[in-house]
């Protein structure tokens, strides 16, 4: 398992389902028993389906709702759980994973769009509500280059490569990198949307 190879021996595993609070609460009350405080929450728990933006009937109101449920909602429920081991010494930062989506409209339907845009506004507002003790950050991926992303047609790959300015995709290294800058060297900025997307957004 990933917890052996770590290194050291205080990693732990825990099952949770960001759509139940209860099972939230048992995260916070594991978390609270092994340590002693929080440093750092990435709320990466995401869901989506492809559908094209213009076929509205496909995009149905259960998808919809879930998409918003987990996206959203739940990394809200993520931050309310474990506020107060994320508020222990100095306070803690939470990074909610977004995506240029929130930005361009573009992604693999219009709910996902939303969503990520609804978490982008979820981290200034929290940025705002939680500090000073607690930081929000959102990180806002491109295409990153997983092999999800390498099934998909040559034309399809080289076409989002045309739109990008640095001529490459991002690597899932680049993405944790820039959850480590906010954490280690950011430490003046709350608020804020990272891009990690080698410059899409630029046009």
């Not at 999800?148 to 490459?168: H, N």
């Amino acid at each position: 398992s990933l917890v052996e190879e770590l290194p050291g021996d205080t990693h732990i595993t825990q099952q949770v389902s960001i759509e139940n609070g209860d099972s939230l609460l048992r995260l916070a009350e594991v978390v609270a028993e092994r340590f002693q405080g929080l440093d750092l929450l990435v709320n990466n728990a995401a869901t989506s389906r492809f559908i094209p933006h213009d076929n509205l009937d496909a995009l149905d109101d259960a998808l919809f709702d879930r998409i918003l449920k987990i996206n959203v909602r739940g990394a809200f429920a993520c931050v309310r759980a474990l506020k107060s081991m994320l508020e222990v010494g100095e306070g803690g930062l939470v990074v909610n994973m977004s995506s240029i989506a929130a930005s361009n409209g573009m992604g693999s339907n219009v709910a996902y769009c939303a969503s990520k845009s609804g978490l982008d506004s979820l981290t200034r507002s929290l940025g705002r509500a939680l500090a000073p003790k607690i930081r929000v950050v959102s990180v806002a991926p491109g295409v990153v280059e997983t092999p999800w992303i390498r099934g998909f047609d040559q034309e399809w790959q080289d076409r989002q490569m045309q739109r990008t300015p640095l001529q490459k995709f991002a690597r899932p290294e680049d993405i944790a990198d820039a959850v480590i800058a906010v954490a280690a060297n950011l430490r003046a900025t709350t608020g804020s949307i990272i891009n990690v997307d080698g410059g899409r957004l630029l046009g």
